[in-house]
C-alpha cells in the first residue's frame, strides 16, 4: 500500500468511525439524561409532602431556605453520580409545563421542578474512533502486505519451477535437441531422421497399434518417413534416391537411441515416451516386442521446417 492511500484509507476510516461514534453518544447522553430525569422525578414525588413548598394561591410562603437546602443535597448526590443534571427550583405550578421542567401533579395541586441538562459531548472520547481507525489501517496494511507477499511468493514458485521441456526436432539442420537446452544438439543422418519423425507421428495418432521387427512396417508410417525424406530433399539435404526404411531397421534403431542416449540422460520421464524400446530376451518373448511409443503427447515433439 502506498503512503498516499493509506491517508487517503485513514481519512475515510476517521470520519466513517467518528460520525458513527458521534451518533452513539449522542444516544447515550440523552439516554442517561432521561434516566436521571425519571430518577429526580421519583425521588421528589417521595419527598414532596415534607418539603416546605410556597403556593401562592393558598398564601402558604413556605421555607425557601430548607427547599434550597433540599435542592442542593440533590445536586450533591447527582454530581457524585456524575450526573448531566442539575436541579435549579422547586416550585408550585399552575400545571403548564415548560421547557427544563418536570412537573409532579397531585391532590395539593402541581409543583414543577426546573432543571438544566448537560448535553454537551466529551469530546476527549472522540480519540477512540481514531485509534480505531488507526487499528483499521493497520489491519488492512497487514492483510494488503500479505497478499502481496503472497502473490510475489506464488510469481516466484511459478517462475522457479522448472517449465516442461520436450524434444525439438530442426529439418533445417537435422538435429535433435531438448526445448531447456538448445545448446546440446544430437545430428541425425537422414535415414533414421525421417524414420524416426515418421514413427512419433505414427505413434502419436495409433498409440495402441504394437510395432513389431519381425512384421511389416504399415504402410501409413512409410507414407510418413517418405514425406518427411521429401522435405528433406526440398530443404536441400539430399539427392539420393529414397532409401528403403524397411532394410536394417534394428540398425536405424540403434543410430535413434545412440542419439537419444546423449539428449534424455536426466530426463527419464521422456525418455519413456520418446525412446523406442529395446527387445529383451529371446526366442517368443523377443517377438512380441514393440518398438512403438505408447506414452507419447502431443506436447512432448516439436518439429521445426516441417
Known sequence: MSRKTGMLAFAIYSVIFTVIFAFAHE???????????DSIKLRVALDKN???????????????????????ALNDNLQKKTSRI????????????????????GADGDTAIGYQANTSHNYWLYIIPILIALLNLAF?????????????????????????QHLVVDLYSKTLCLSGDKACQVQLANKPLCFYLALLEF?????????NQNKELPDELLDIAD????????????????????????????????????LLTHQPDLRLKLYPPKAHGEGS????????????????????GK
Open 140 to 164: 488492512y496494511k497487514s492483510v494488503s502486505n500479505k497478499r502481496e507477499q503472497a502473490k510475489r511468493q506464488k510469481a516466484t514458485t511459478v517462475t522457479a519451477k522448472p517449465q516442461p
Open 27 to 37: 444516544h447515550a447522553i440523552r439516554h442517561a439524561i432521561e434516566q436521571d430525569l
Open 86 to 105: 442539575r436541579i435549579e427550583s422547586i416550585a408550585s405550578s399552575d400545571g403548564e409545563l415548560k421547557e427544563g421542567q418536570l412537573l409532579l401533579s
Open 50 to 72: 415534607r418539603l416546605p413548598i410556597a403556593v401562592p394561591h393558598l398564601n402558604y410562603a413556605g421555607d425557601a431556605t430548607r427547599v434550597q437546602a433540599y435542592i442542593d
Open 203 to 211: 505413434c502419436l495418432h495409433n498409440p495402441k497399434v504394437s510395432l
Open 227 to 262: 514425406k518427411y525424406f521429401h522435405r528433406l530433399v526440398a530443404l536441400g539435404h539430399t539427392i539420393r534416391k529414397r532409401p528403403n526404411f524397411s532394410n536394417s531397421l534394428e540398425k536405424t534403431l540403434s543410430e535413434i537411441r545412440a542419439a537419444l542416449d546423449e
Open 285 to 304: 518373448r523377443s517377438k512380441l516386442h514393440s518398438y512403438g511409443l505408447k506414452a507419447l503427447g502431443a506436447n512432448d515433439v516439436e518439429v521445426i
